[in-house]
């Protein structure tokens, strides 16, 4: 039987024995699949001690490790909404996420800010200590009475989107698990997959596409808290598949010591969440024998299109859209489908769409067409072949390191910094990041900015990565007739 609900694509893994987390440090198995499923009955168990109920949120904000995986099934096992926080935000950014979900637990890691006041916690760092599985321990592994149906909700995902503010993207079980078993046929997964798992797992990349994926295809993870490059070099080596960002593969190119022999046993190399330079693509066939297979999704949907397993993967495109996903260009001005060659809006449908964003009916009635398809805010182009391109994105949305930036969010910011009269953020091509994030900012009269103090003061309130790479100072910022930042102008001018 097709699974229908991550709850049981889990159950009806066939090896029960087979290792699903390898550590990538030590080289042993963490867990094997029936452990991982009984730890999270355990855990699940702990939610329902403390009153957690079916549809209710479970705020985790924590760093990398197995156990943070385990607490992914927990909350399917306990009908739990998983709200998966980045551990580098800001006690401020928390505040406001916490304040917006509304969640009925929080589990974290006890190094990280804290901004949860008032709400039940539990604590879990990234050795696997904390409250959370010393009281799990005493739990027997029986999973509570509650079975999900393809519609309940499995997982809320804070997104910035095209909008501004994050705003919670709600994705249930149908959209995860279509999608999972849509990528395990497309990309060949199978029992003998070991996966590279070097990305976060607060992330719709790290935490759905390489885990769902690897889990529907029967396979293994090879865990790694983060990217390195020294350790990339040892374990590429014994594993057959790796999904990136476009970062990991410009550092490793970087290294005269990754070579074809480090992808010697590699079948399949994946980049996503930011755009891969065409020149990357080419340069990693040069030197590995492999081609790398670019692919494209967002948080509301997971993956969309993919350039193929068996087939042409063309640099500079992200693929057909997979089986089962309807993606089509359209106009701007009159939402008419536009044809091979014409540039247009993004707009998709299919099981792995999201089913709406928390708490925000206003964006519900106006991110969805009449005819069910979903504004991705994205801008696009097929070719005759049905591959698309990503021309950029509607709304200026940012993707540095693979990460959403808003840029009207760090504008506030440093708008609010004294000596600061206006601001503008865009973002440049960056062949690290894919792209830089980048601030232009005019002085008040008599006022000096120092780009150092702008940054020191930014990191206090915004995560790292939102944090410009680089500053510029200007008299003047360019506006139209309207009094609107060009902000293409701008990106011409500093990238």
Not at 51 to 68: F, I, L, T
Not at 355 to 377: C, H, I, M, Q, V
């Amino acid at each position: 039987m097709t699974p229908c609900t991550l709850v049981e694509l889990f159950e009806q893994h066939p090896s029960p024995d087979l290792a699903a987390f390898i550590d990538g440090v030590e080289g042993l198995a963490s867990y094997t699949y029936g452990q991982a499923w009984s730890l999270a009955a355990q855990c699940a168990g702990v939610f329902c001690e403390l009153g957690v109920s079916p549809g209710d949120r479970v705020a985790v904000q924590v760093s990398k490790s197995s156990e943070a995986l385990i607490v992914y099934l927990a909350c399917l096992r306990a009908g739990a909404v998983l709200v998966p926080l980045n551990p580098g935000a800001t006690a401020a950014e928390l505040e406001y996420l916490l304040a917006d979900a509304e969640p009925a637990l929080v589990i974290a890691d006890p190094s990280l800010p804290a901004a949860r006041a008032g709400l039940p916690l539990l604590t879990l760092d990234a050795e696997g200590g904390g409250s959370l599985l010393a009281r799990a321990f005493d739990q027997p592994a029986i999973a509570p009475a509650f079975l999900p149906t393809p519609d309940t909700a499995a997982s809320m995902v804070y997104t910035s989107g095209t909008t501004g503010r994050p705003k919670g993207a709600v994705v249930t079980h149908r959209n995860l698990t279509a999608n999972a078993l849509t990528l395990a046929r497309s990309w060949g997964f199978v029992a003998t997959d070991r996966l590279l798992h070097m990305l976060p797992v607060f992330h719709v990349h790290g935490l759905f596409v390489a885990t769902n994926c690897t889990i529907a295809g029967g396979g293994s993870m090879v865990f790694v808290p983060r990217f390195e490059v020294n350790a990339a070099l040892e374990l590429v080596p014994r594993c057959t598949v790796m999904m990136g960002v476009p970062t990991f593969y410009t550092r490793l190119l970087a290294d005269d010591r990754f070579d074809v022999r480090t992808c010697a046993s590699a079948r399949l190399i994946i980049s996503g969440s930011a755009p891969l330079l065409a020149a990357t693509h080419r340069e990693f066939e040069a030197r590995t024998g492999h081609t790398i297979l670019e692919r494209y999704g967002m948080s509301e949907t997971s993956m969309l299109t993919s350039n193929p397993l068996h087939g042409e993967r063309k640099p500079g495109t992200v693929g057909p859209a997979l089986p089962g996903v309807s993606v089509r260009v359209v106009s701007n001005a009159t939402g008419e489908r536009l044809g091979v060659g014409e540039i247009g809006d993004i707009e998709v449908a299919g099981d792995n769409v999201f089913s709406g964003y928390w708490k925000r009916p206003e964006l519900n009635a106006t991110e969805f067409t009449a005819d069910g398809f979903f504004r991705t805010g994205d801008v696009g182009v097929f070719d005759s072949d049905g591959y698309l391109s990503i021309v950029g994105r509607e709304k200026d949305l940012i993707i540095s390191g693979g990460l959403n930036v808003y840029p009207k969010e760090i504008e506030e910011a440093i708008d609010a910094l004294p000596g600061v009269a206006a601001s503008a953020v865009i973002g440049v091509p960056d062949a690290d990041f894919g792209e830089a994030v980048v601030a232009v900012i005019v002085a008040l009269p008599d006022e000096e900015i120092d780009s150092d103090a702008i940054r020191d003061s930014l990191r206090l309130v915004l995560a790292a990565y939102k944090v410009p790479k680089r500053i510029h100072v200007v008299a003047d910022l360019p506006t139209n007739a309207m009094g609107k930042v060009e902000k293409a102008r701008l990106r011409a001018t500093y990238s």
